[in-house]
């Protein structure tokens, strides 16, 4: 999905947050939503930790020592 502006993007997340807490829809509609809210929270927060050990350097010698000799 691509967004005009991270203002648009705002206001989706607050009316997606108002049907969540404040509408008049049946309970199970709300609590549908949250859990589709919360899990999309964790799917991105898991993904956002997930490549940033990923882009971890390796402690493993790349460069070869003093004692190699290099042509």
Do not use: C
């Not at 993007?9 to 807490?21: C, H, I, P, S, W």
């Not at 809210?37 to 927060?45: D, E, I, L």
């Amino acid at each position: 999905m691509l967004q005009a502006s991270k203002w648009d993007t705002a206001f989706d997340v607050l009316r997606f947050l108002y049907v969540g807490f404040f509408s008049d829809l049946p309970a199970w509609v709300r609590y549908t939503v949250l859990g589709l809210g919360g899990s999309t929270v964790v799917y991105g927060f898991a993904s956002w930790l997930r490549n940033r050990s990923a882009a971890a350097p390796d402690d493993g010698e790349t460069v070869p020592g003093a004692e190699t000799p290099v042509r």
